[in-house]
């Protein structure tokens, strides 16, 4: 009998590990990961340099939605934000000195997981028949010829002539050749028999062959590019000694590496697949121009893949060469490809093998990093989702501007997560992989969630709402009435791998002024230690230490958002709506798949006077995550409510459910807004009518009536009787109506508890009395 799977110890993953891996987020299971680790460590002195060259190769749309007059018009992007990272040193001069690179994540909660995580569909494609996938005329194209020393053009035609496929390249003598050196039918090391090429690739031609010692599998044989070029042969020799140690189901398997005629060949596991790249050249041939794929699968493909960059770093190993090209799909699955870039970290002789346009722009001077890999991840999204013109020219190192890129304004979150990704100066992106995933799937259910919206049509039902899985980083937002203040904004979580967790979770004093003595009095300072001490200063009104302790977290971390974030807390406390929100708007940039920043910059830009901004941003917490959905719908419903929108603000006060805590107050505004000044007596009977059945407070309830039936009456006097209309259960003539309001009223001088507001009311209630004979 099998022992029942082990759960992964990932957080926020909920897979079993199957086989060594975590049947979801693909990270190795602790035996695993401890045996690979191993290997990797006696097989590291084989990754001896070969020269230093860098040698590039090649709901309801009626209810959410928010009209924008230009572009980026009401996008948060033209906010101002606090200083941050880099950023933050320029701001303050001399003051900071940074380090030039971050070493990575502090915090082990920032690992999160299939292709699509659940939330999208990626249409899955076919297998490709290996013999199918072969060449029929296995020639380079000469665009794509290069020296492999010196990456001048070669091999190019020349007055009608076609151009040389061997020979020296004129600049540097170096000789080159892209013939194919393998035909079929040959015999490999006398194990592998070559069916032809399958393409040409970084390193040299790549074969298909039959392992005739294993069950006749397909295999893939990949040359060098020149068996002359040293630098090739020593890429291939650190392949051999590592990467056939590389296990992971997102990577491809390794499996040996042969000799044929003084060349070498690395035999890796066939995977019948299409690559992202002929996906996409797939789409734009059936379109007839450039079509990318749709940002929700773009996403998918990249979260997929994240998991297996962060076990190569994991593993003090960087892939180097992302690009759409690496990645094979096959039926619902993804697989990372060719490894010919991959090396050490601590690798600064070896080669560096990189695709301009993906390349990070530090590389090749100070060499590739964990930020690099997060700098290509961030530009194949881009590419895969937009026509990106000029990435390998205009842009090269740099995105192309939002007000050019209609996807970037569709998609804010988005755009500020590949800004992120994407960043000028290496520490000012993702520390990790892990870090990455996880907003990138909170990005992943804003657009799903957008597009479920956009699908349902403006005159159809509210959408659905993408239920998010918890965050980690912020708890969920209190619901507090209809207004939000500060302290309804959801809580940080406290981080578990802090050095003075432990001594945290003892410290059980409730009251804010005592919590805050003891949290000065701490044995030792730590991160968490000075988040916790500006909350409680925060709750116990000591705006000064608020601000110490936030200075002391950007003093530690320049990084750290979360100072920023008690800094736009305190300036809400403060009424300062407009520091506020450049503290929310820099916390929003540093965690763009979270909500609760969002939910904070909508309250500081309603309070500091732009509401189509707010109005934007409740709308994303709206139709996101059901926890954001009550506090976002009482701020659409506030925007659109001053604005004179009011049936807008009733559509969004419709979003909050019946089994939210927050359905009575949302029933109630809604009743107050449909009774409003110049309200309709249609208006005014819907008013009432919508809270029946809701366990409303009896004078709350009292109140609503009497105001409503007054002023349909006035309404009726005006405009003249409808018989056949009820308001309150009266019909909406004068004597009905005057009879329903003095009896109402009657009833709320009986709730009163003071004698002179019940006196003033029964005389109200006697005014309002029709006369009678009697």
């Not at 990932?10 to 990961?33: I, L, S």
């Not at 035909?183 to 090429?197: H, K, M, N, S, T």
């Not at 296990?247 to 070498?264: R, T």
């Not at 107050?672 to 009518?689: E, H």
Request: glycine content about 10%; proline content about 7%.
């Amino acid at each position: 009998m099998s022992a029942a799977p082990e759960p992964c110890r990932e957080p926020g993953c909920t897979g079993d590990v199957v086989d060594g891996y975590c049947d979801v987020c693909g990270v190795p299971g602790p035996t695993r990961a401890g045996a690979f680790e191993a290997a990797v460590a006696s097989a590291a002195t084989a990754l001896g340099g070969a020269g230093s060259a860098t040698v590039p190769s090649d709901p309801s749309s009626a209810d959410l939605t928010v009209a924008t007059p230009g572009a980026g018009a009401s996008t948060s992007m033209r906010l101002a934000s606090a200083a941050l990272g880099t950023a933050l040193g320029t701001a303050r001069g001399s003051e900071t000195v940074l380090t030039p690179r971050r070493a990575g994540s502090s915090s082990t909660r920032l690992r999160a997981a299939r292709l699509g995580a659940g939330l999208t569909r990626v249409p899955p494609l076919p297998a490709v028949d290996a013999e199918k996938a072969l060449m029929r005329d296995p020639v380079l194209a000469e665009s794509k010829r290069f020296c492999p020393s010196c990456g001048s053009p070669v091999g190019r035609s020349v007055e009608g002539r076609p151009g040389r496929t061997e020979g020296f390249c004129p600049q540097c003598r170096s000789p080159f050749s892209f013939s194919p050196k393998l035909r079929a039918g040959d015999l490999v090391a006398g194990q592998y028999e070559v069916a032809g090429p399958l393409a040409h690739g970084g390193l040299g031609w790549i074969y298909l062959a039959r392992d005739r010692n294993v069950s006749d599998r397909w295999v893939v044989l990949k040359g060098l590019l020149n068996s002359q070029d040293a630098d090739a042969l020593g890429a291939a020799l650190a392949e051999r000694q590592f990467l056939a140690r590389v296990e992971h189901p997102l990577i491809v398997e390794i499996y040996n590496f042969v000799s044929h005629d003084g060349s070498g060949y690395i035999v890796m596991e066939y995977v019948g697949g299409t690559s992202l790249k002929a996906l996409l050249k797939d789409r734009m041939r059936r379109a007839g121009h450039y079509d990318p794929l749709p940002l929700d699968q773009a996403i998918a493909y990249v979260l997929e893949v994240l998991p297996a960059f962060g076990y190569l770093h994991d593993l003090g190993l960087l892939y180097c060469d992302f690009k759409p090209d690496n990645i094979i799909q096959v039926g619902d699955e993804v697989r990372l490809i060719d490894l010919g870039g991959v090396r050490r970290a601590d690798d600064h002789e070896s080669v560096i093998y990189g695709t301009v346009g993906y390349q990070a722009p530090e590389v090749p001077s100070a060499g590739p990093s964990v930020a690099s890999d997060i700098y290509t991840l961030g530009r194949a999204l881009v590419v895969m989702s937009t026509e990106f013109r000029g990435y390998q020219t205009t842009y090269a190192t740099s995105l192309p501007p939002l007000s050019a890129t209609p996807l970037f304004q569709r998609y804010e979150s988005f755009y500020r997560l590949v800004v992120k990704a994407c960043a000028p100066e290496p520490a000012d992106r993702f520390a990790s992989a892990a870090e990455m995933r996880v907003q990138l799937l909170g990005v992943l259910r804003e657009v799903v969630a957008q597009q479920q919206q956009e699908a349902a049509g403006s005159a159809g039902p509210a959408g659905p709402v993408v239920h998010a899985a918890p965050s980690l980083h912020f708890e969920v937002p209190r619901v507090a009435g209809d207004t939000l203040e500060w302290s309804d904004l959801p809580g940080l979580l406290p981080d578990p791998s802090d050095p003075q967790a432990g001594w945290l979770a003892t410290v059980s004093v409730d009251g804010p002024a005592e919590r805050l003595e003891a949290l000065l009095a701490a044995p030792s300072s730590s991160p968490e230690v000075l988040v916790q001490t500006g909350i409680a200063a925060l709750h116990a009104g000591h705006a000064d230490e608020v601000e110490t302790a936030a200075r002391e977290l950007l003093r530690l971390d320049p990084w750290d958002w979360r100072a920023v974030w008690l800094q736009g807390l305190a300036a809400l406390a403060a009424d300062d709506g407009r520091a506020a929100r450049g503290a929310f708007n820099a916390v929003y940039g540093q965690v763009p798949g979270e909500l609760a920043p969002k939910l904070a910059l909508a309250l500081a830009c309603e309070r500091s006077g732009e509401p189509e901004i707010a109005e934007g941003l409740y709308a994303v917490c709206a139709r996101t995550d059901a926890a954001y959905t009550p506090p976002a719908a009482f701020g659409l419903a506030r925007i659109r409510g001053a604005r004179g929108a009011t049936d807008d603000a009733v559509a969004a006060l419709e979003l909050v459910p019946s089994t939210s805590r927050a359905y009575v107050d949302a029933r109630a505004m809604r009743a107050s807004l449909l009774a409003g000044p110049g309200a309709g007596l249609p208006s005014l009977a819907a008013a009432v009518s919508g809270v029946e059945g809701v366990a409303m407070d009896p004078r709350d309830r009292t109140r609503l009536t009497v105001t409503v039936l007054r002023a349909a009456l006035e309404q009726v006097r005006t405009s003249g009787p409808q018989p056949a209309l009820l308001v309150a259960g009266h019909a909406a003539t004068e004597r009905s109506l005057r009879d329903g309001l003095e009896s109402a009223i009657r009833d709320l001088a009986t709730t009163s508890d003071s004698p002179a507001e019940r006196v003033r009311l029964v005389d109200e209630a006697n005014r309002v009395r029709r006369w009678t004979w009697l």
